[in-house]
């Protein structure tokens, strides 16, 4: 069972269009919350993350959206560019320093 | 030259061998992990180090073996490969320096067992 629920599975969205991906978890012992990048042929790489104290960080044209009442968080993309495409892997971090990953949204971004 | 090295890149093997993925870093970190990512499921964990002393299970160790040889060097066995230990394998490792520590992947090991 997934401890960390990601949608949409895909994602189309026009060149300069808001991708938006949602994440949402059960456990309250999570206490971080890093976004990962996946480009074809390569390992995830950190994207940005955010502590859930805070409820929103903003890097460039991404930003993650915390609710911590409602344990959830989505990652925004603004001006969405092709070089976007990717995979986006939402994480939350569990007690020992080992990350639980969503399942992961394959964005496209249409020129 | 990459900081998280994994070998090799793609291997094709047939149910009942055993194989084994090997991970190196020049990061210096302490801690490394093995994950495998399968369509629709993302990444598990199958087993960590957070010392060359130290090996914990994953969420799916079963079927998987791990030796820590040394800081930089962390293998993954499939004792007797199964056709659904068809995935893409990933090391990564990371530091010490807390909750906020990044961890670094590598470029993957593209495993088929027939």
């Known amino acids: 069972q997934q401890q960390v629920k990601q949608s949409p599975q895909s994602l189309i969205v026009q060149k300069g269009g808001i991708s938006i991906i949602n994440c949402a978890y059960e456990?309250?012992?999570?206490?971080?919350f890093p976004w990962y990048q996946q480009f074809p042929g390569k390992g995830p790489a950190l994207l940005i993350a955010?502590?859930?104290?805070?409820s929103e960080k903003k890097e460039g044209r991404f930003t993650i959206s915390f609710n911590k009442s409602a344990k959830q968080f989505s990652l925004h993309i603004m001006d969405s560019q092709p070089g976007d495409s990717a995979t986006y892997f939402c994480?939350?971090?569990?007690?020992?320093?080992?990350?639980?990953f969503g399942a992961g949204t394959i964005l496209r971004v249409k020129s | 030259d990459a900081d998280v090295t994994q070998t090799p890149r793609n291997r094709i093997t047939k149910t009942g061998k055993r194989i084994m993925l090997e991970c190196s870093q020049t990061?210096?970190?302490?801690?490394m992990y093995w994950y495998r990512q399968d369509p629709g499921l993302g990444l598990r964990l199958i087993y960590y180090?957070?010392?060359?002393?130290?090996?914990n299970k994953g969420e799916i160790s079963d079927g998987y073996s791990v030796s820590r040889q040394a800081q930089a060097k962390f293998s993954l066995s499939l004792e007797s490969a199964i056709p659904n230990q068809t995935a893409l394998y990933f090391c990564?490792?990371?530091?010490?320096?807390?909750?906020?520590?990044?961890?670094?992947f590598g470029p993957g090991t593209r495993l088929l067992v027939l």
């Open positions: 990564a490792t990371s530091g010490t320096g807390g909750i906020e520590e990044t961890q670094y």
């Open positions: 955010i502590r859930p104290d805070v």
């Open positions: 994480a939350a971090l569990e007690y020992g320093n080992k990350l639980v």
């Open positions: 990061k210096g970190h302490d801690r």
């Open positions: 456990n309250t012992a999570f206490d971080y």
């Open positions: 180090s957070f010392d060359v002393k130290d090996i």
